[in-house]
């Protein structure tokens, strides 16, 4: 819900923070003390078109801000959070809530800025933010429920679980047909691409299986090739430093090698270690060098004399074998690993392009059976549609008989069509009878603007249980209406409430009797400068007294108000 509207010197609004609670709000004042202004302003954060005469007169700027409080898991979070704006969640009675900052500017130029969540954002980012959270009704701006796309929305959500059920495997089995149908229409239209792009892919295949690489192979092989260009390098290294460590002279004697002077350092350590312990550990360090030493020297003989003796013949078969290589890499990829991964791609894709009788037989059978499933299935969301639409239309036309509409019927037109959509083969389209023997016309036609207030809040406390928004605007829904008509708009408003936020601006004092919060505008004396208060449980008295008699300071007025405001508790 909407917690708090801060308005700068929109209208005659100068500065005004506007706080809001759950339930009925109610917006009352005199005529031009600038109720309309508030409408004006959640238009601005709705991303309507900013009208540079609404920003006050002398005043550089006007200012529109919202904070707006809805669970972790709406829809505008993630708006907001893809926009880069910032939402701070906290949790609340056990319920993680996110809190969303909106605001827009619009300058005596004409100049426009938006920003989501304290970040810049263009107004339309600003726009679909809005429309998640608030719906508008005004006088001459009904924005929920006037597109198509918006009453298929709304008859889908009334069906319920029966027709998301049958919707989901509809997409399930739509989603399938459309992938054979491609399949087959490329197969039919492209045979000579295909033809062309089968052969250039099996003339490659050729190619790398005639070589047949291994996963790593120019890995190792390079390695191999740097090896054995450098075998003499490697032996002669190898051989000196085996010298080094154990080699002998010409006459077999021993040279001071290094096996050779860690013995003889080992024997000296070794003959008086037992007089102390720290010389008795040096030593055991000592016979361990020797040790190793001796292993690594060893080691390297091994090594020198295993050295391949083919070397140049074997060089030649690893450079062949690289260049062999090398022809793949440079045409199918930077690694042979890459190669063969490409290899497995393209018999994948040949399988596809290759013409197989059977294959094309099996997938035109199947998108036979496919589309008969679709026409049943359709047929069976065009019957739970047309169940649904006349469910809803019953109780809208009820709504409105309530609302002094006694005549009016909505009617909700569900006709097949011949294209698969993901919604179905149903055009859905919300009309509106004003008497009975009326042609049926689409809302926003052949409707005052009142009217059109009242079949919108119809409808909502219809849908409101099915597919709300957090908060619903109302700008005179009760316009060319009064007495019981009016007491029951109150009423209906007040249901709707129980399930979101509701905010009315009304002339009505049986309307503004149901508020939860009853919001004050007042002007100053000379109508240049307006404030917005939430009047008490007493100044709600006087001011229902205003609205009924015009004399706020009248008993009898102030008594008739306490009255409504009984009978609206009861």
């Given at each position: 819900m909407i917690e708090e509207i801060h308005?700068?010197?929109l209208g005659v609004i100068t500065d005004a923070v506007l706080p809001l609670g759950p339930g009925l709000s109610i917006l009352s004042g005199e005529t031009g003390a600038g109720k309309t202004m508030v409408v004006t302003a959640l238009g601005m954060l709705l991303g309507n078109r900013a009208d540079a005469g609404a920003v006050r007169s002398g005043s550089g700027k006007a200012l529109a801000e919202a904070t707006v409080m809805v669970l972790a898991t709406h829809g505008a979070v993630e708006l907001v959070e893809e926009a880069g704006g910032v939402v701070d969640v906290e949790t609340v009675n056990g319920r993680d809530e996110a809190q969303i900052l909106l605001s827009?500017?619009?300058?005596?130029?004409?100049?426009?800025?938006?920003?989501?969540?304290?970040?810049?954002?263009?107004?339309?980012?600003?726009?679909a933010v809005g429309e998640t959270l608030v719906a508008v009704h005004g006088q001459s701006d009904q924005l929920r429920l006037?597109?198509?796309?918006?009453?298929?929305?709304?008859?889908?959500?009334?069906?319920?679980?029966?027709?998301?059920?049958?919707?989901?495997?509809?997409?399930?089995?739509?989603?399938?047909?459309?992938?054979?149908?491609?399949?087959?229409?490329?197969?039919?239209?492209?045979?000579?691409?295909?033809?062309?792009?089968?052969?250039?892919?099996?003339?490659?295949l050729e190619e790398i299986d005639a070589?047949?690489?291994?996963?790593?192979?120019?890995?190792?092989l390079d390695a191999d090739s740097e090896k054995l260009t450098n075998l003499e390098a490697l032996r002669s290294a190898a051989v000196t430093a085996q010298a080094a460590l154990s080699g002998t002279d010409a006459d077999d004697e021993?040279?001071?090698?290094?096996?050779?002077?860690?013995?003889?350092?080992?024997?000296?350590?070794?003959?008086?270690?037992?007089?102390?312990?720290?010389?008795?550990?040096?030593?055991?360090?000592?016979?361990?060098?020797?040790?190793?030493?001796?292993?690594?020297?060893?080691?390297?003989?091994?090594?020198?004399?295993?050295?391949?003796?083919?070397?140049?013949?074997?060089?030649?078969?690893?450079?062949?074998?690289?260049?062999?290589?090398?022809?793949?890499?440079?045409?199918?990829?930077?690694?042979?690993?890459?190669?063969?991964?490409?290899?497995?791609?393209?018999?994948?894709?040949?399988?596809?392009?290759?013409?197989?009788?059977?294959?094309?037989?099996?997938?035109?059978?199947?998108?036979?059976?496919?589309?008969?499933?679709?026409?049943?299935?359709?047929?069976?969301?065009?019957?739970?549609?047309?169940?649904?639409a006349e469910k809803l239309s019953k109780a809208v036309s009820k709504e409105l008989t309530a609302l002094a509409m006694p005549n009016a019927s909505l009617v909700v037109s569900v006709e097949p069509t011949e294209q698969f959509t993901e919604h179905g083969r149903d055009e859905i389209e919300f009309l509106l009878a004003p008497h009975p023997d009326a042609k049926p016309r689409p809302l926003g036609k052949g409707a005052s603007g009142g009217e059109l207030s009242r079949i919108m809040l119809s409808l909502e406390v219809v849908l409101s249980e099915v597919d709300p928004v957090p908060t619903f605007v109302f700008d005179e829904v009760d316009s060319g209406v009064g007495g019981k008509a009016a007491v029951e708009i109150g009423r209906r408003l007040k249901m709707l409430a129980k399930n979101v936020?509701?905010?009315?601006?009304?002339?009505?004092?049986?309307?503004?009797?149901?508020?939860?919060?009853?919001?004050?505008?007042?002007?100053?004396?000379?109508?240049?400068?307006?404030?917005?208060?939430?009047?008490?449980?007493?100044?709600?008295?006087?001011?229902?007294?205003?609205?009924?008699?015009?004399?706020?300071?009248?008993?009898?007025?102030?008594?008739?108000?306490?009255e409504l405001l009984r009978d609206a508790t009861a």
């Open positions: 308005i700068h010197d827009r500017t619009v300058s005596a130029e004409g100049r426009s800025r938006a920003h989501v969540g304290g970040r810049s954002a263009p107004v339309g980012t600003l726009g006037k597109s198509a796309v918006a009453q298929r929305k709304a008859l889908d959500e009334y069906a319920g679980a029966p027709l998301a059920k049958e919707l989901a495997a509809y997409r399930e089995k739509l989603a399938r047909y459309r992938t054979i149908v491609a399949t087959l229409r490329e197969i039919k239209e492209n045979m000579r691409e295909r033809a062309l792009e089968a052969q250039s892919l099996t003339t490659a070589v047949e690489p291994i996963s790593g192979e120019d890995v190792q021993p040279n001071t090698n290094a096996v050779a002077l860690l013995s003889y350092a080992q024997q000296a350590l070794d003959h008086e270690s037992d007089s102390d312990a720290e010389l008795a550990e040096l030593a055991t360090r000592v016979r361990e060098l020797t040790v190793v030493a001796a292993d690594v020297a060893a080691d390297l003989s091994g090594y020198a004399s295993g050295l391949d003796e083919d070397g140049p013949a074997r060089l030649a078969q690893v450079e062949q074998r690289r260049n062999a290589l090398r022809t793949l890499t440079r045409k199918y990829g930077t690694t042979i690993d890459e190669v063969i991964e490409w290899a497995d791609t393209a018999r994948g894709r040949l399988s596809d392009l290759v013409d197989d009788p059977q294959r094309d037989e099996e997938l035109r059978n199947e998108a036979h059976a496919l589309h008969q499933e679709l026409l049943e299935r359709s047929q069976t969301m065009l019957e739970l549609r047309r169940k649904t936020q509701v905010l009315v601006v009304t002339h009505l004092p049986q309307v503004a009797a149901f508020a939860d919060h009853h919001v004050l505008v007042t002007k100053s004396s000379d109508s240049t400068v307006s404030d917005v208060r939430v009047l008490t449980d007493e100044e709600r008295v006087v001011e229902l007294a205003r609205m009924l008699a015009g004399h706020e300071n009248s008993e009898a007025a102030r008594e008739h108000a306490r």
